[in-house]
C-alpha cells in the first residue's frame, strides 16, 4: 500500500527557513503528483503546493515567491522549501497523493487519497 512520512518540521522565528520532506513507498512514485497541505487550529486543510508527475508545479497565493515544491523521483522524495516563513504559516503540514495518475490534469484539481501523518511546523513572531 502507498505510505507517505513527513519530516523536517519544527520551530523557528519569522523569516526563518524550513524544508519539508516526504518520502513515499508503495507504488510508482514517477507516475503520480505529489502535493502538500497544511492545517492550522480551527481551520480547513488547504493546498500549499502541488507537482505533477510531468513537474508542473502549483502554488497557493499566500506561499507563492516564499514555497519551492520539488521531487526526485530517484529517491521517491517530494520536498518542500519554505523561505520567509510567517507566524501565519504556522501549521501542520500534510503530504499527499492522488490515487489516479490523471494524466493531462492540473495537480492541484487532483483528489488526494493518500496522507501521511502530518508534521508540525511554528513560526514565532
Known amino acids: 500500500q502507498v505510505q507517505l512520512v513527513e519530516s523536517g518540521g519544527g520551530l523557528v522565528q519569522a523569516g526563518d527557513s524550513l524544508r519539508l520532506s516526504c518520502a513515499a513507498s508503495?507504488?510508482?512514485?514517477?507516475?503520480?503528483?505529489m502535493g502538500w497541505f497544511r492545517q492550522a487550529p480551527g481551520k480547513e486543510r488547504d493546498i500549499v503546493a502541488a507537482?505533477?508527475?510531468?513537474?508542473?508545479?502549483y502554488y497557493a497565493d499566500s506561499v507563492k515567491g516564499r514555497f519551492t515544491i520539488f521531487r526526485d523521483n530517484a529517491k521517491n522524495m517530494v520536498y518542500l522549501q519554505m523561505n520567509s516563513l510567517k507566524p501565519e504559516d504556522t501549521a501542520v503540514y500534510y503530504c499527499a497523493t492522488p490515487g489516479l495518475r490523471g494524466l493531462g490534469s492540473r495537480p492541484e484539481n487532483m483528489k488526494y487519497d493518500y496522507w501521511g501523518q502530518g508534521t508540525q511546523v511554528t513560526v514565532s513572531s
Open positions: 508503495g507504488r510508482t512514485f514517477s507516475g503520480y503528483s
Open positions: 507537482i505533477s508527475r510531468t513537474y508542473n508545479t
